[in-house]
């Protein structure tokens, strides 16, 4: 069973950090390009940052660029999404969704996603 856990969510207030994980089982993330999407209440779902399977390459959205990092490791199956800087308009649920491509290949478009994970909430607030 193919299956994508994130965690590493939370409450945290402005200015702080968060770093995420997610976690495959069931299939080796090495094949596959890895998104974070969030979705905030009454918002269309948003693509954070994508990093292709051979982690070379990498993509932000205008919103996050700058205090947002991801990163894979592979030997350990995890894709991560370091998150600093927060502010409370980063308050929503995070996904992290893997889709099978070349070794560069990697979008922020979450309908070309195969997989997708459960969610984690994060919450920025004083």
């Known amino acids: 069973q193919l299956q994508l856990v994130e965690s590493g969510g939370g409450l945290v207030q402005p200015g702080g950090s968060l770093r995420l994980s997610c976690a495959a089982s069931g299939f080796t993330l090495h094949y596959y390009g890895i998104g974070w999407f969030r979705q905030a209440p009454g918002k269309e779902r948003e693509g954070v940052s994508c990093?292709?399977?051979?982690?070379?390459?990498?993509n932000y959205a205008d919103s996050v660029k700058g205090r947002f990092t991801i990163s894979r490791d592979n030997a350990k199956n995890t894709v991560y999404l370091q998150m600093n800087s927060l502010k409370p308009e980063d308050t929503a649920v995070y996904y992290c969704a893997a889709v099978r491509g070349g070794s560069d290949y990697r979008s922020l478009l979450g309908h070309e996603y195969d997989y997708w994970g459960q969610g984690t909430q994060v919450t920025v607030s004083s």
């Open positions: 990093i292709s399977s051979s982690g070379g390459s990498t």
